[in-house]
């Protein structure tokens, strides 16, 4: 079993629609969530991270965590062709990050 | 404010050769922490610096080190390098490292091709 677990996609979503990312952890002890996004031939640009259960927004990203189900989301409201591009789940432990191989996001025009 | 600075871009190596690379972290950041990016692998982590120590280590051979210097420049080295070993190698940089209430961001990256 991987240590962060993402669907691969991909996810394909209209513009103006809601993209819902989802990711799973198999180790407790993770201290800290980030969600990163990559473009294609880039580098990862972080969108948010979340430490404590529940949720925070920023903007149109929203990052749910639920630590009881070692399960971390992310949704973007109102998707833009821009969106499209690969996300990144990572979690901090024991001082490094650790990855899922990432969800290919396509937002339709 | 600057961000991550990752030189060079792109290299192209032979195999047997050995390569080293820079990265500057964001000014006031004293920890850079060092990942490879395969297709196949994902994002990896090599190691991580903090105030010119290696606080942790990946699971990578002893042919990837790496240093950093007071000023918080890391450079990583790669000794006899391995087709395999071609992959975007990424810095991320953070005030105190990968923890709690603490984001680290990346460098745009460098392109290693072992021919």
């Known amino acids: 079993q991987k240590e962060v677990e993402q669907n691969s996609g991909p996810l394909s979503v209209p513009e103006g629609a809601i993209a819902s990312l989802n990711c799973t952890y198999s180790d407790r002890g993770s201290q800290s969530f980030f969600w990163y996004r990559q473009y294609s031939g880039k580098s990862p640009e972080l969108i948010m991270f979340?430490?404590?259960?529940g949720d925070k927004e920023d903007g149109r990203f929203t990052a749910q965590l639920n630590k009881a189900s070692q399960y971390v989301s992310l949704l973007i409201r109102d998707s833009q062709p821009s969106d499209s591009a690969t996300y990144l789940c990572?979690?901090?432990?024991?001082?490094?990050?650790?990855f899922g191989q990432g969800t290919e996001l396509s937002v339709k025009p | 404010k600057a961000g991550v600075t990752q030189t060079p871009r792109y290299l192209i190596k032979t195999r047997g050769q050995q390569v080293t690379l820079s990265c500057s972290p964001i000014?006031?950041?004293?920890?850079v922490s060092w990942y490879q990016q395969t297709p196949g692998q994902g994002l990896q982590f090599l190691f991580e610096?903090?105030?010119?120590?290696?606080?942790n280590k990946g699971n990578f051979p002893g042919r990837f080190s790496g240093r950093q210097f007071s000023n918080s420049r890391s450079e990583m080295n790669v000794s006899t390098l391995e087709l395999g070993d071609s992959a975007l190698y990424l810095c991320?940089?953070?005030?105190f490292g990968t923890g709690v209430n603490t984001e680290a961001f990346f460098g745009q990256g460098t392109r290693l091709t072992v021919v």
């Open positions: 000014s006031g950041h004293r920890s």
């Open positions: 990572a979690v901090s432990k024991g001082g490094k990050l650790i």
């Open positions: 610096y903090f105030s010119e120590t290696q606080r």
């Open positions: 979340i430490y404590s259960n």
């Open positions: 991320a940089s953070s005030e």
